[in-house]
């Protein structure tokens, strides 16, 4: 908004200049919604204690120790993120972009699945919020509108296109199948994400480091001299979601500062499925799809470790790991909670690094 305020000025104003440059904007949307989290944060912490007086229901087959350190820990806490996020974004970015609209279209309707779930879960008192067939099938409505939405926006050369990362200008021209394709990448890692969401701290940081890369990424391809230089694909109008990643990166912060050990507040299927999908939109809209499972590796662990475990014990009838997802294992072999988010912060720093090296090793 500031952009389209402002930056029309410049020729008489020369300061406003400044607001044509993405990384200005992306900067500042960092901070702006930064600010925000932490400012409303202490608001909102304490309207969920006084709406949720049990906090988020515990599942009763988890670790044990969950019902004595989370119990009465508010949930619902993505509506933070939403409210950083959405705010910086629409206040730095160019309005006019519609990748700005698709990413928000997303991001606010999983946010809104999410709602849905978690409130369905704080009613009954119960860990079981949605039935899976409903939420992934409202995921897929979004998922499938948004991607045709994507495809209207970009070239006919590359709308319906697989980029391969390691491979120099390559683009699978996958038709029709991009839909299902792209809408897969979305629901799955909103669910992903999701999933990884069940230590404090543990997934708001991996969130974080996928949207910092991403915006690298963005800025990257929507930027014709620099995918010239790095032989990529260039996507027009796609370095604007630089600008949103930026602001998921000050939201994650924010939230952060709230969700370090021991938590006030949990994210919850809002912020969860909400970040997940806005990263899965983001790899699609980048055509970085593959990349965001390299960048994203943890999510996909997490989420392997849950396909892995219910296949087994329903094929073989027996389970691979102590108790999925993944995180849980280690909990159940005695590792200590803040021992097991670090190390999987760590590791996912690592596969951001890899997923970058993408854009240069062809």
Known sequence: MLYNLLFPLSDTIGVFNVFQYLTFRTGAAVITALLIAFIFGPWL????????????PIRTDGPEGHTLTKQGTPTMGGFLILLALIVATLLWADLTNGYIWVILLVTIGFGAVGFVDDYLKLSRNSSRGLSTRIKFGVEVII?????FWI??????????????????????????FFVPFAAFVMVGSSNAVNLTD??????IVPIMIAAASFALIAYVVGNAVFTNYLQVHHVPGAGELAVFCGALVGAGLGFLWFNAPPAM??????????AGG???????????????????????????????QVASFKLLGRRVFRMAPLHHHYEKKGLAEPTIVIRFWVIAVILGLVGLSTLKLR
């Open 143 to 147: 998922a499938v509108g948004a991607t």
């Open 151 to 176: 495809t209207s926006l970009g070239e006919a050369s590359v709308e319906t296109s697989l980029a391969l990362p390691f491979v120099k200008s390559v683009l699978i021209d996958l038709g029709w």
């Open 198 to 203: 069940g230590l404090d701290g543990l997934a």
């Open 45 to 56: 912490i304490r309207i969920l204690k006084k709406r949720q007086q049990k906090g988020q």
């Open 278 to 308: 806005a990263l899965g939109a983001v790899a699609v809209m980048t055509k970085h799809e593959i990349v965001l499972a390299i960048v994203g590796g943890l999510f996909v662990l997490e989420a392997v470790s849950v396909i892995v």
């Open 265 to 274: 507040v949990f994210m919850g299927d809002t912020g969860s499925l909400s």
